[in-house]
């Protein structure tokens, strides 16, 4: 799939801003705090409703304004997908193809990304949290299922932590109806995660050796659960301990993702630059799966990925990339960069939040 056009007004520094994009690579220069990020943040935003620097949805609307619209126009396989997307002092409305949709969680999927930013460094070195939240972004956009199991999961968890905390001992009866739901859900996320990474994991392996030579890079999943162990027994056997601290203590929301390189864990003994590599792999490998699962190449956004990593990795990643789909890519500055791409590429330069294309 392929963008075809983007308009901002009044998302962060964008406005009046149309974005026409080529098929293949197209890079958009610029200084620091020109708008590049939040270009490629407001694509994101239009396919998933999110954003990857902010859970706050003011913090995207532009200073001394009360509202922004991103509009996105993508050319599918066999379809064109409309996108729009407003939001005025809190309120946030899309449509998809002139239509209104009811749930903005009926969004995912309708445009397929995979963004690599700086912030995507913390999946390996921050907190087993940041790692759950790209599983079920992932999942999410592939999966309608994965996200309906998420939400009634996410919601048993809240009611089951309100019972454990009503300052008297619950009613075991009412526990144990929570703990069945707890289990028909949680099943179901454990078992797609576990596929969803053991699909990843040779992918990012084989483009991890591309970019690393001479180095392994293992991608593991780390469940809360031992497998075969019944989700409903475990949280019988934890019921005491859930009562005295009031909380669910076991189950998916514990889970982790693990990346180890030549066999230590990454988190903790790669570089910089190896970290930064492993999750390059990471979504280099998504966007296989994506198009093994969609039929078609995703959009791949990638910002400011030329920095930290060496000539040799740049010039190898570059041979990774080029794989048919459709990259926009952001860099403070090319330099000796441009004979690394291999290609043709089109050339955007962002100033103070205006494009043009060079």
Not at 87 to 109: E, I, Y
């Amino acid at each position: 799939m392929n963008l075809v056009e983007l308009n901002c007004d009044g998302f962060r520094s964008l406005s009046g801003l149309c974005f026409k994009p080529a098929p293949g690579v197209n890079i958009i220069r610029g200084h620091n705090a020109q708008g590049k990020t939040s270009l490629l943040e407001a694509l994101l935003f239009a396919a998933t409703s999110k954003s990857h620097r902010t859970s706050q949805e003011t913090d995207l609307v532009q200073h001394g304004a009360r509202e922004f619209h991103v509009a996105a126009r993508v050319q599918r396989s066999d379809r064109e997908v409309a996108i729009e997307v407003n939001w005025w002092q809190g309120v946030k409305r899309v449509r998809v193809n002139g239509l209104a949709l009811s749930r903005v969680s009926d969004l995912l999927g309708k445009i397929n990304v995979v963004f690599f930013s700086q912030e995507d460094v913390g999946l390996v070195r921050g907190s087993a949290a940041q790692r759950r939240r790209f599983l079920d972004m992932e999942l999410s956009q592939l999966m309608p299922g994965y996200l309906h199991a998420l939400q009634q999961y996410r919601q048993v968890v809240r009611q089951r932590n309100e019972l454990l905390r009503g300052g008297r001992r619950p009613d075991p009866d009412l526990l144990g109806a929570w703990d069945e739901q707890l289990g028909t859900h949680g099943s179901v996320l454990m078992e797609e995660r576990r596929r969803f990474v053991e699909s990843l994991a040779g992918p990012a392996q084989e483009a991890y050796g591309q970019v690393a030579q001479g180095e392994r890079l293992q991608v593991a999943y780390r469940p809360d659960l031992r497998d075969g162990v019944p989700f409903t027994e475990v949280l019988a056997a934890s019921r005491d301990s859930d009562i005295r601290q009031g909380m669910t203590t076991r189950g998916p929301h514990r889970d982790d993702l693990e990346f180890l390189v030549d066999g230590e864990p990454a988190r903790h003994f790669a570089s910089q630059g190896q970290q930064r590599t492993a999750v390059l792999a990471l979504k280099l490998a998504e966007l296989e799966l994506v198009r093994d699962r969609a039929g078609e190449y995703p959009i791949l956004m990638l910002d400011d990925v030329l920095s930290e990593l060496d000539t040799k990795r740049s010039r190898r990643l570059f041979s990774v990339v080029r794989c048919g789909a459709q990259c926009l890519m952001t860099t403070t500055d090319l330099g000796s960069q441009d004979a690394l791409f291999g290609a043709e590429c089109v050339y955007f330069l962002i100033r103070n939040g205006q494009l043009v294309r060079q």
